[in-house]
């Protein structure tokens, strides 16, 4: 540590740690993307039949976005907590580390309750199949039960980060 | 204000006190977790992995049921 550096005390506002930071970062992003992805869907299929909706260029430029906008989001969300300490050294820069026994433990039982979301679209994209349907409808329900599956694994780290556990 | 979501209280706070003023970064980066994990134990907010429990124990040379304790639900 820097002996010019002045000592840390309790009263020092808590930042939330790099780990939440990435989360709060990949569910903004993914509401953002997936829901305008989603609105254009719905838009195209009040306007044209199933088989002329082009779908899957929009889907991939969607994830692809979602990436790329998380990890912006997430520099972004950096440089403000950053700014916000006003000089001070980040806690990396102190030595400190920036993800733990606890994020790990968070990241876990936020993956638990994702695969749940998961394996009810991937069950219901598999009838969707047996019933020979548009790959239009099973393409665009594993996107959504994908994207609720992104955020209710958002929504679990957040509530355990903030409530405990 | 809702219920503490674990029964494990402990003494942390207090035990810092008596070492010397130890703050919550200096006792997170002795145990290497973020003092976000060193609050979120103090308030009961997380029941830490008995490792790390032992851990804490060890940087205050305090046996484990000196800074843990068990809120048993007949207590």
Same mark, same amino acid.
């Given at each position: 540590?820097n002996a ?9 506002p808590v930042?939330m740690?790099?780990t939440?930071? =990435?989360v709060w *970062?990949?569910?903004?992003t993914?509401?953002?993307?997936s829901?305008a992805y989603? *609105?254009l869907?719905?838009s195209r299929l /009040? %306007?044209?039949?199933?088989a002329?909706i082009s ?6 430029w ?6 790329v906008g %998380?990890i912006?989001?997430?520099i972004v969300f950096?440089?403000?907590a ?9 806690p ?5 580390? =920036?993800?733990d026994?606890r994020?790990?433990?968070?990241g876990?039982l936020g993956w638990r309750?994702s695969m749940r ?5 991937f069950? !219901?994209a /598999? ?5 020979d349907a548009?790959?239009f409808?099973? !393409?665009?329900?594993l996107?959504?039960f !994908?994207?609720v ?5 958002a929504?679990t780290k957040?509530?355990l980060y903030r409530?405990?556990f | 204000?809702s219920?503490?979501?674990t029964?494990?209280t402990n003494?942390i706070?207090?035990l ?7 703050t919550? +970064?200096?006792l +997170?980066?002795?145990?290497g977790?973020?003092?976000q994990t ?5 308030q009961?907010r997380y029941?830490p992995?008995?490792e790390? +429990?032992f851990?804490? +124990? ?11 304790q ?6």
């Open positions: 540590m010019a550096e002045p000592r840390l005390d309790d009263n020092e930042r740690t790099f939440e930071r =990435t *970062a990949s569910v903004v993914v509401i953002g993307t829901g989603l *609105a869907m719905v /009040l %306007s044209r039949p199933i002329e779908w899957v260029g929009p889907m991939l969607t994830m692809g976005l979602s990436i %998380s912006l989001v997430t950096t440089i403000v950053d700014v916000a300490r006003r000089g001070r050294c980040s990396a820069d102190r030595g400190e580390v =920036t993800s026994v994020d790990r433990e968070i876990r309750a979301v998961i394996s009810v679209g069950g !219901g /598999l009838v969707l199949a047996m019933l548009d790959t409808w099973i !393409g665009n329900l996107f959504v !994908g994207t599956a992104a955020v209710v694994e929504i957040i509530g409530r405990g | 204000m219920p503490k979501p029964k494990v003494r706070r207090a810092r006190a008596d070492a010397d003023g130890m919550q +970064a200096d +997170a980066r002795r145990l977790v973020t003092r060193v609050i979120a134990i103090e009961g029941s992995s008995l790390v +429990a851990q804490i +124990a060890r940087v205050f040379g305090r046996p484990l049921d000196d800074v843990f068990y809120e048993a639900p007949d207590d």
